[in-house]
Protein backbone atom coordinates (compact mmCIF):
# COMPACT_ATOMS: atom_id res chain seq x y z
CA UNK A 1 0.00 0.00 0.00
CA UNK A 2 1.22 3.03 -0.76
CA UNK A 3 2.70 5.76 1.87
CA UNK A 4 -0.08 8.11 1.08
CA UNK A 5 -2.83 5.78 1.62
CA UNK A 6 -1.91 4.64 4.78
CA UNK A 7 -1.01 8.15 5.79
CA UNK A 8 1.50 9.38 9.03
CA UNK A 9 1.96 8.13 12.59
CA UNK A 10 3.45 9.73 15.67
CA UNK A 11 5.27 7.83 18.02
CA UNK A 12 6.61 8.70 20.89
CA UNK A 13 9.85 7.46 22.59
CA UNK A 14 11.34 6.35 19.12
CA UNK A 15 14.85 6.34 20.02
CA UNK A 16 15.09 2.94 21.30
CA UNK A 17 13.06 -0.58 22.49
CA UNK A 18 9.48 -0.51 21.69
CA UNK A 19 9.46 2.69 19.76
CA UNK A 20 12.11 2.54 17.50
CA UNK A 21 11.08 -1.15 16.22
CA UNK A 22 7.70 0.06 15.78
CA UNK A 23 8.69 3.09 13.94
CA UNK A 24 11.03 1.01 11.65
CA UNK A 25 7.45 -1.72 11.01
CA UNK A 26 5.41 1.08 10.47
CA UNK A 27 7.63 2.61 7.63
CA UNK A 28 7.83 -1.02 6.24
CA UNK A 29 4.04 -0.92 6.17
CA UNK A 30 4.07 2.56 3.97
CA UNK A 31 3.28 5.11 6.73
CA UNK A 32 5.63 8.60 6.83
CA UNK A 33 6.35 8.18 10.58
CA UNK A 34 7.24 11.20 13.01
CA UNK A 35 9.71 9.56 15.37
CA UNK A 36 9.32 11.76 18.82
CA UNK A 37 12.14 11.55 21.05
CA UNK A 38 14.75 13.06 23.15
CA UNK A 39 17.69 11.72 22.16
CA UNK A 40 19.27 13.58 18.61
CA UNK A 41 21.82 11.33 17.95
CA UNK A 42 19.59 7.75 18.51
CA UNK A 43 17.04 9.71 15.82
CA UNK A 44 19.66 10.65 13.28
CA UNK A 45 20.80 6.87 12.94
CA UNK A 46 17.38 5.49 13.32
CA UNK A 47 16.30 8.06 10.05
CA UNK A 48 19.22 7.36 7.97
CA UNK A 49 19.37 3.69 8.28
CA UNK A 50 15.86 3.72 7.19
CA UNK A 51 15.62 2.30 3.61
CA UNK A 52 12.16 4.00 2.45
CA UNK A 53 13.44 7.50 3.81
CA UNK A 54 9.86 7.67 5.16
CA UNK A 55 10.99 8.47 9.10
CA UNK A 56 11.16 12.07 10.08
CA UNK A 57 13.11 12.67 12.97
CA UNK A 58 11.73 15.53 15.56
CA UNK A 59 13.41 15.92 18.80
CA UNK A 60 10.87 16.52 21.25
CA UNK A 61 10.08 15.78 25.23
CA UNK A 62 6.56 14.51 26.24
CA UNK A 63 6.64 16.20 29.73
CA UNK A 64 7.14 19.95 27.87
CA UNK A 65 3.59 20.38 26.50
CA UNK A 66 4.90 24.13 24.40
CA UNK A 67 7.92 22.57 23.05
CA UNK A 68 5.51 19.71 21.65
CA UNK A 69 3.15 22.17 20.59
CA UNK A 70 5.91 23.51 18.32
CA UNK A 71 7.27 20.74 16.70
CA UNK A 72 3.85 19.47 15.57
CA UNK A 73 3.05 22.75 13.99
CA UNK A 74 6.34 22.68 12.46
CA UNK A 75 5.92 19.32 10.51
CA UNK A 76 6.94 19.55 6.80
CA UNK A 77 3.70 19.64 4.84
CA UNK A 78 3.89 15.56 3.96
CA UNK A 79 4.00 15.00 8.05
CA UNK A 80 1.14 17.29 8.62
CA UNK A 81 -1.64 14.32 7.89
CA UNK A 82 -1.66 12.20 11.30
CA UNK A 83 -3.79 9.21 11.21
CA UNK A 84 -2.10 7.32 13.57
CA UNK A 85 -0.41 8.38 17.66
CA UNK A 86 1.35 5.64 19.34
CA UNK A 87 2.20 6.98 22.88
CA UNK A 88 5.14 4.89 23.51
CA UNK A 89 7.55 6.99 25.72
CA UNK A 90 7.79 5.98 29.33
CA UNK A 91 10.14 4.81 31.92
CA UNK A 92 10.36 3.37 35.50
CA UNK A 93 12.74 4.68 37.71
CA UNK A 94 14.24 2.47 40.53
CA UNK A 95 12.19 -0.50 42.63
CA UNK A 96 11.94 -0.33 46.07
CA UNK A 97 8.94 -0.67 48.71
CA UNK A 98 6.71 2.56 48.80
CA UNK A 99 7.52 3.94 52.31
CA UNK A 100 11.60 4.07 51.39
CA UNK A 101 11.13 5.04 47.28
CA UNK A 102 12.49 8.51 45.97
CA UNK A 103 10.48 11.51 45.38
CA UNK A 104 12.17 12.42 42.31
CA UNK A 105 11.74 8.80 40.77
CA UNK A 106 8.15 9.33 41.36
CA UNK A 107 7.76 12.52 39.41
CA UNK A 108 9.67 11.16 36.81
CA UNK A 109 7.70 8.34 35.87
CA UNK A 110 4.14 10.85 37.07
CA UNK A 111 5.49 13.16 34.65
CA UNK A 112 6.61 11.15 31.57
CA UNK A 113 4.35 8.03 31.90
CA UNK A 114 0.51 10.33 33.07
CA UNK A 115 1.26 14.14 31.92
CA UNK A 116 3.73 13.01 28.62
CA UNK A 117 0.96 10.84 27.70
CA UNK A 118 -1.98 13.46 28.07
CA UNK A 119 0.07 15.97 26.41
CA UNK A 120 0.94 14.54 23.52
CA UNK A 121 -2.86 12.97 22.97
CA UNK A 122 -4.38 16.39 23.70
CA UNK A 123 -2.18 17.92 20.85
CA UNK A 124 -2.39 15.10 18.55
CA UNK A 125 -6.17 14.18 19.06
CA UNK A 126 -7.94 17.10 17.88
CA UNK A 127 -6.15 16.78 14.27
CA UNK A 128 -7.63 12.90 14.45
CA UNK A 129 -11.19 14.20 14.85
CA UNK A 130 -10.64 16.88 12.34
CA UNK A 131 -9.82 14.38 9.28
CA UNK A 132 -12.79 12.13 11.21
CA UNK A 133 -10.39 8.39 11.16
CA UNK A 134 -7.18 7.97 12.74
CA UNK A 135 -6.15 5.01 15.41
CA UNK A 136 -4.40 5.91 19.02
CA UNK A 137 -2.72 2.83 20.21
CA UNK A 138 -1.08 3.20 24.14
CA UNK A 139 1.52 1.13 25.60
CA UNK A 140 0.63 0.27 28.89
CA UNK A 141 1.71 -2.90 30.86
CA UNK A 142 0.75 -5.82 32.55
CA UNK A 143 1.96 -4.36 35.88
CA UNK A 144 -1.21 -2.30 35.65
CA UNK A 145 -3.02 -5.87 36.62
CA UNK A 146 -0.74 -7.65 38.50
CA UNK A 147 1.22 -6.21 41.07
CA UNK A 148 5.04 -7.28 41.62
CA UNK A 149 7.09 -6.46 44.65
CA UNK A 150 8.53 -3.07 44.15
CA UNK A 151 6.68 -1.83 41.48
CA UNK A 152 4.20 0.43 43.34
CA UNK A 153 4.15 3.76 41.39
CA UNK A 154 5.19 2.28 37.96
CA UNK A 155 2.42 0.28 38.05
CA UNK A 156 0.05 2.53 39.38
CA UNK A 157 1.04 5.01 36.13
CA UNK A 158 0.30 2.18 33.50
CA UNK A 159 -2.89 1.74 35.14
CA UNK A 160 -3.79 5.57 34.61
CA UNK A 161 -2.37 4.58 30.39
CA UNK A 162 -5.09 1.74 30.84
CA UNK A 163 -8.44 3.46 32.53
CA UNK A 164 -7.71 6.33 30.13
CA UNK A 165 -7.84 4.25 27.32
CA UNK A 166 -11.00 2.79 28.10
CA UNK A 167 -12.44 6.71 28.77
CA UNK A 168 -10.32 7.63 25.46
CA UNK A 169 -12.95 5.30 23.83
CA UNK A 170 -15.97 6.88 25.05
CA UNK A 171 -14.90 10.50 24.70
CA UNK A 172 -13.94 9.69 20.80
CA UNK A 173 -17.63 7.39 20.27
CA UNK A 174 -18.90 8.61 16.63
CA UNK A 175 -15.81 10.75 15.81
CA UNK A 176 -13.92 7.50 13.41
CA UNK A 177 -11.24 7.39 16.00
CA UNK A 178 -9.78 3.74 17.54
CA UNK A 179 -8.02 3.27 20.33
CA UNK A 180 -6.05 0.50 21.45
CA UNK A 181 -4.00 -0.62 24.35
CA UNK A 182 -0.78 -2.76 24.45
CA UNK A 183 0.13 -4.64 28.29
CA UNK A 184 3.65 -6.07 27.09
CA UNK A 185 5.09 -8.21 30.02
CA UNK A 186 8.58 -8.75 30.49
CA UNK A 187 10.62 -7.44 27.35
CA UNK A 188 14.36 -7.32 26.67
CA UNK A 189 14.94 -3.60 25.73
CA UNK A 190 16.37 -0.60 27.71
CA UNK A 191 13.65 -0.55 30.15
CA UNK A 192 15.69 -2.62 32.82
CA UNK A 193 18.58 -0.85 32.55
CA UNK A 194 16.66 2.07 33.01
CA UNK A 195 15.14 1.04 35.93
CA UNK A 196 18.50 0.00 37.67
CA UNK A 197 20.45 2.97 36.73
CA UNK A 198 22.56 1.89 34.03
CA UNK A 199 23.33 -1.48 36.28
CA UNK A 200 23.87 -3.92 32.54
CA UNK A 201 24.90 -7.17 35.17
CA UNK A 202 21.56 -6.10 37.31
CA UNK A 203 19.53 -5.77 34.25
CA UNK A 204 20.69 -9.40 32.93
CA UNK A 205 19.94 -10.89 35.88
CA UNK A 206 15.84 -10.19 35.37
CA UNK A 207 15.78 -12.46 32.18
CA UNK A 208 17.92 -15.58 33.35
CA UNK A 209 16.13 -18.79 33.10
CA UNK A 210 13.50 -17.70 30.32
CA UNK A 211 13.38 -16.23 26.93
CA UNK A 212 11.52 -12.33 26.96
CA UNK A 213 9.62 -10.87 24.80
CA UNK A 214 11.23 -8.83 21.96
CA UNK A 215 11.11 -5.48 20.77
CA UNK A 216 9.32 -7.01 17.72
CA UNK A 217 7.27 -8.63 19.57
CA UNK A 218 5.30 -5.79 20.31
CA UNK A 219 5.97 -3.79 17.46
CA UNK A 220 4.06 -6.35 15.58
CA UNK A 221 1.66 -6.59 18.02
CA UNK A 222 1.01 -2.70 17.28
CA UNK A 223 0.89 -3.00 13.64
CA UNK A 224 -1.98 -5.85 13.94
CA UNK A 225 -4.37 -3.39 16.00
CA UNK A 226 -3.82 -0.95 13.31
CA UNK A 227 -4.41 -2.93 10.60
CA UNK A 228 -8.15 -4.31 12.06
CA UNK A 229 -10.66 -3.04 9.64
CA UNK A 230 -12.54 0.18 10.67
CA UNK A 231 -15.44 -0.98 12.09
CA UNK A 232 -12.99 -3.40 14.73
CA UNK A 233 -11.53 -1.72 17.57
CA UNK A 234 -9.41 -3.61 19.73
CA UNK A 235 -9.66 -2.30 23.13
CA UNK A 236 -6.70 -4.22 25.13
CA UNK A 237 -4.13 -6.72 24.79
CA UNK A 238 -1.86 -8.56 27.43
CA UNK A 239 1.20 -10.02 25.66
CA UNK A 240 3.70 -11.94 27.91
CA UNK A 241 6.74 -14.40 28.15
CA UNK A 242 5.12 -18.37 27.90
CA UNK A 243 7.56 -18.71 31.12
CA UNK A 244 6.66 -15.67 32.97
CA UNK A 245 4.37 -16.01 35.52
CA UNK A 246 1.89 -13.23 37.14
CA UNK A 247 3.09 -12.74 40.26
CA UNK A 248 6.14 -10.80 38.52
CA UNK A 249 8.46 -11.19 41.67
CA UNK A 250 8.77 -12.70 45.33
CA UNK A 251 9.95 -10.82 48.10
CA UNK A 252 13.73 -10.83 48.55
CA UNK A 253 14.57 -11.44 45.00
CA UNK A 254 14.32 -9.15 41.67
CA UNK A 255 11.28 -8.39 40.08
CA UNK A 256 10.53 -9.48 36.46
CA UNK A 257 10.63 -5.96 34.47
CA UNK A 258 7.25 -5.42 32.95
CA UNK A 259 7.63 -4.04 29.23
CA UNK A 260 7.12 -0.41 28.53
CA UNK A 261 8.97 2.54 26.45
CA UNK A 262 12.53 3.91 26.88
CA UNK A 263 12.32 7.24 25.74
CA UNK A 264 10.09 10.34 26.99
Known amino acids: MAQDERGVAVISGASSGFGERIAQVLSEQGYLVVALARRADRLKVLAEQDPTGSILPVVADVRDREGLARALDELPPPFRDISVLVNNAGLSRGFGPLQSG ?130 VNINMIELMPSEQHFGLGFAGSPPASPGAADDA
Open 102 to 231: SDDAWREMIDTNITGLLNVSGLVLPRLIARGAGHVVNIGSIAATYPYMGGNVYGATKAFVHQLSLNMRVDLEGTGVRVSCVAPGMARTEFAKVRFDGDEERADALYAGLEPLSADDVAETVAWCLARPPH
